[in-house]
């Protein structure tokens, strides 16, 4: 069997910087570069056992940037509790003063701008912005199809409501604030009814290449008296877009979604299916498609 790796009890479990791990004698050079740990961000490692997760690069941002700033936009998201709003291999958003920026550092995103304290809390130990500031951030800083699936979650668990994103906008468009038509772009086309990060995404690129905007998860009542949920709808053209995630190959779960779909055409809805290769390397012949099924209804759409 390989030796135990060496971990002096005081980084057992933790992240370091290493330059103050050799200062202060716990670890050699040799040792720093053992198996005993992994590298996170320059300069700044942490026990390998630990779970390498966005978390985890937070918590080495952390160590690496000013007292004053914090994490802010998808990185404070991913804090304030929307797991899918960054992956262990995304970039770390951090907010911090003009006059106070530090980096460049490679695996961080650096963003200068005010932050009063009213716009900072606190997650896991970390310094991040509130969820209105987050919303905000995320919005102005990310493309509307990235954004829309954060904001969607943050107003799905209650982090933020609808008639706060538009009096936070309202303030800022009153104070001159720039990138105001960015915002509202992203703020009116989220929707806490949306359930996953595809169905958002589907939406969203819909949306943009000008067909009606579809709502998730409407309630249709079908011929028993069940009310079904389909992904995305147009309630008055009774037309249905269904997401097929992998979940869906399932016996149980493609059981379900046939008796579902039967359902849904006896009651007369037309229901299309989206797979995932189709939503990211057919998406211009879903929309055809779409666009379709729409005008085939009465909607006034060029087919």
Not at 110 to 127: M, N, S
Not at 190 to 212: C, F, I, N, T, Y
Not at 259 to 280: E, F, I, K, P
Request: charged content about 25%; proline content about 9%.
């Amino acid at each position: 069997m390989p030796p135990i790796p060496f971990r002096p009890p005081a980084l057992r479990w933790r992240v370091f910087r290493g330059r103050d791990a050799l200062a202060e004698g716990l670890l050699t050079p040799g040792e720093l570069r053992s198996r005993a740990w992994q590298r996170l961000l320059r300069g700044v490692y942490a026990d390998r056992r630990l779970e390498r997760d966005h978390l985890l690069r937070c918590r080495a941002a952390a160590l690496l940037s000013t007292p004053e700033a914090a994490l802010a936009g998808p990185s404070a998201a991913y804090l304030l509790g929307v797991g899918t709003a960054a992956t262990a291999d995304d970039p770390v958003h951090v907010l911090v003063d003009p006059k106070r920026r530090f980096g460049p550092v490679q695996g961080l995103r650096i963003h200068t701008g005010t932050l009063p304290e009213a716009d900072v809390t606190r997650r896991h130990g970390l310094r991040c912005t509130t969820p209105s500031r987050t919303a905000w951030d995320v919005a102005l800083w990310t493309d509307v199809v990235d954004a829309v699936p954060v904001l969607d979650a943050m107003l799905r668990q209650g982090l933020v409501t609808a008639p706060e994103l538009a009096t936070l906008l309202a303030r800022r468009r009153r104070a001159g604030a720039k990138g105001t038509r960015r915002v509202a772009r992203a703020f009116d086309l989220a929707d806490e009814r949306a359930q996953s990060v595809p169905e958002s995404v589907l939406r969203v690129r819909l949306v943009l290449r000008g067909l009606p905007p579809p709502i998730p998860q409407y309630p249709a009542t079908v011929r028993d008296g069940t009310v079904l949920h389909p992904d995305l709808a147009w309630p008055e053209y009774q037309v249905a877009l269904e997401y097929d995630g992998a979940y869906h190959a399932e016996p149980d779960r493609l059981h379900l979604d046939r008796r579902r779909l039967n359902a849904l055409t006896d009651a007369g809805w037309l229901v299309l299916h989206v797979t995932s290769q189709r939503l990211y390397r057919d998406f211009e012949g879903l929309v055809r498609e779409v666009r379709r099924a729409l005008s085939s209804r009465g909607a006034p759409v060029r087919p």
